[in-house]
């Protein structure tokens, strides 16, 4: 496959990640990949980010890296296939964001109320995004048929904007195989599936009793879309033929567009995540079964 690649002019995490998942997928059917005409800027850009394991790059500009070296404000594209790796990964990546950020002193002394620093209160938002769309995407991701799906995690902090995007890319089984006998889902399309799985308390791992050794709370997706909203930011969900920007709206993909797997991009305003606190957006315990508390 040869992809022209001249009208390339940014790419930002989402991108990343699904170049990332689209160039392995295309190996592990034993195709060749060349990338043609890459830019001087995009193509140091790409490489910084370990985009081109096993693809063929011809006729690229020659990378200059000390210009543009940015090498701070980046987090490397990752690839996770093991699901004890997810913690560390969404770890790793956290403090590599925060650490990107300017003024942050790794060496404060913790608050001694809450015995936290500057860069815990920034980076637990992330922290906390990270490790529930990790852990989605090695477990819900792997049913159906599709136990080798894989899991590309990218971020970059943006300093003239002061945002911090991240994206969670996997290949898995999408939210429609994992939600199709959910009571909640009223069509059996992809769309409906994305805005079913994002409700509270919807899990395909709690009302549908695919396992019944361990249950799932269903609010992992619902708090990434709360703490998108609460960082003034923005969160994009893709899966199948169909997106979803809970802040707009949604639809099909243009062109015949599909995904296969779940994608999600965030963006959040750094000023805004020291204030978000987890625990006052949680949702609500009404709908909860009643548990009897026996003390004796
Ligand atoms: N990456 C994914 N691939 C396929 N299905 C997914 C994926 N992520 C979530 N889902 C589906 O969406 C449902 C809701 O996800 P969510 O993270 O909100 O809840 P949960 O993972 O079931 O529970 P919790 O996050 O509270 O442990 C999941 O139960 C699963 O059916
Ligand atoms: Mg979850």
Known sequence: MVIDASGVRFVDPFGLTLLGASFQELSDWGQRVIVCGLSSDVGGYLQRMDLFTGVELRDC????????????????LTCIVDKNAASDAAGRLTSALIGAVPGIDRNEAPDL???????????MPIQYVLSELLENALSHARRAGRQGARVWVAGQYYPASDLVRL???????GFLATLKSHPNLRNQTHRDAILTAIQPRVSCNRDVGL????????????????????????????????????AAAGGLLRGGAFWQGVTIALELRRDRLGSIRIAELLPTLEGMARVPLRFE
């Open 113 to 123: 109320m809450t015995g936290r620093t500057q860069a815990d209160r920034l980076g």
């Open 61 to 76: 500009a020659p990378v200059r890296t000390r210009r543009h070296n940015r090498q701070d404000a980046l987090v490397e």
């Open 167 to 173: 994206a969670v890319t996997d290949n898995g089984c």
């Open 211 to 246: 396992r019944a050794d361990t249950e799932n709370e269903g609010v992992g997706l619902t708090m990434v879309v709360r703490i998108a909203r609460s960082a003034g930011g923005k969160a994009l969900i893709v899966s199948g033929d169909a997106y979803h920007d809970p």
